[in-house]
């Protein structure tokens, strides 16, 4: 069993930059990939990016050139759109193989990130 608590999120001006933090407690060990997910309103939660323990990284279409998920867990963001105001979420996969959303066992409860100006 672990906990995720996400932090970072906030207001920022289409343009600008944000790092996402993933703060993990309880088995660590027993994760095999850690992965970021969004939500906009009304939309279906989707990929943003994750990364397993041999440093494989995947990335949303949407997100790809813009997004880094690095070893320490966190996302940075930059060039950010207004289409990427959204609930961001941590989540951990435990399994040996994480490959879809539904993998992913551990979530924490969000943080949210606006892009306006």
């Known amino acids: 069993q672990v906990q995720l608590v996400e932090s970072g999120g906030g207001l920022v001006q289409p343009g600008g930059s944000l790092r996402l933090s993933c703060e993990v407690s309880?088995?660590?060990?027993?994760?095999?990939?850690i992965g970021w997910y969004r939500q906009a309103g009304g939309k279906e939660r989707e990929l943003v990016a994750t990364r397993n323990n041999e440093r494989f990284t995947t990335y949303g279409d949407a997100v790809r050139g813009r997004a880094i998920i690095s070893g320490d867990r966190t996302l940075q963001m930059n060039n950010l759109r207004t289409d990427d105001t959204a609930m961001y979420y941590c989540?951990?996969?435990?399994?040996?193989?994480?490959?879809?959303?539904?993998?992913?066992?551990?979530w924490g409860q969000g943080t949210q990130v606006t892009v306006s100006s």
């Open positions: 309880g088995a660590i060990h027993t994760i095999n990939t």
């Open positions: 989540a951990a996969c435990h399994r040996n193989w994480c490959s879809e959303m539904t993998d992913f066992e551990s």
